[in-house]
């Protein structure tokens, strides 16, 4: 099956900064990879999603970029915010599967 | 509306106790899951539904047991649960299983005494 890793488990920036969160797959089959935002005592947030025919996608201030070659994924938060603390999970599923593997989580801290 | 509604938002239960989660979305979506997390973990996926049809049920033990009584909601009956089920449990929700975007709701943090 897919396994998926995401590093760092936790992140501190300062306020203003970029914020890079990192995940690799296993499975050359997935090909919808959606990032969600969880914060303390809610549901998962999907915020941005990308499928494997496209190298990027941005909104406002998110954008994630794949690498199907090398199975690699990642979130860009530009000029963190305050608001942006929260934890963050990557996860990858497969046209006509019916699972979503997830990261293990990031940690992220925006330092006023 | 992209909203999954769950209730209770707490619950509290002795392990001799029979209780209820539900989950109610109204966008139409044709698969329903639940999930259960532990703190600072990933989602891990319980149960699928899909078209009202149980389509994965991942080993898990039968003290819970689900019910998608309708297309918009969806049930998980708790009996004789044991304090390591102590979690929060997410209800999502997607058009169709076959990789769409997933709505979770906010979830019922379960405490078992």
């Known amino acids: 099956g897919e396994n998926v890793e995401q590093h760092p488990s936790t992140l501190s920036v300062q306020e203003g900064d970029s914020a890079v969160i990192k995940c690799t797959y296993s499975d050359s089959a997935s090909n919808y990879f959606p990032w969600y935002k969880q914060e303390l005592g809610k549901g998962p947030q999907l915020i941005i999603d990308i499928r494997s025919n496209v190298g990027e996608k941005k909104d406002q201030r998110i954008a994630v970029t794949l690498n199907k070659t090398a199975k690699h994924f990642s979130l860009h938060i530009t000029e963190t915010q305050p608001e942006d603390s929260a934890v963050y999970f990557c996860a990858a599923s497969t046209w006509g599967g019916n699972q979503f593997y997830f990261g293990t989580g990031t940690s992220l801290t925006v330092i006023p | 509306d992209t909203e999954v509604t769950q209730t209770p938002k707490h619950l509290v239960m002795g392990m001799t106790n029979k209780k209820s989660l539900k989950c109610e979305q109204h966008m139409g979506h044709r698969a329903m899951y639940w999930y259960k997390q532990k703190a600072k973990k990933p989602p891990e996926l319980m149960f699928v539904?899909?078209?009202?049809?149980?389509?994965i049920n991942e080993s898990v033990p039968s003290r819970f047991s689900p019910e998608c009584p309708n297309s918009s909601l969806l049930n998980l009956h708790l009996h004789a649960l044991q304090p390591e089920d102590s979690a929060l449990y997410l209800c999502?929700?997607?058009?169709?299983?076959?990789?769409?975007?997933?709505?979770f709701g906010s979830g019922t943090q379960l405490s078992v005494l």
């Open positions: 539904y899909s078209y009202e049809k149980l389509s």
């Open positions: 999502a929700s997607n058009p169709t299983t076959t990789n769409e975007k997933l709505f």
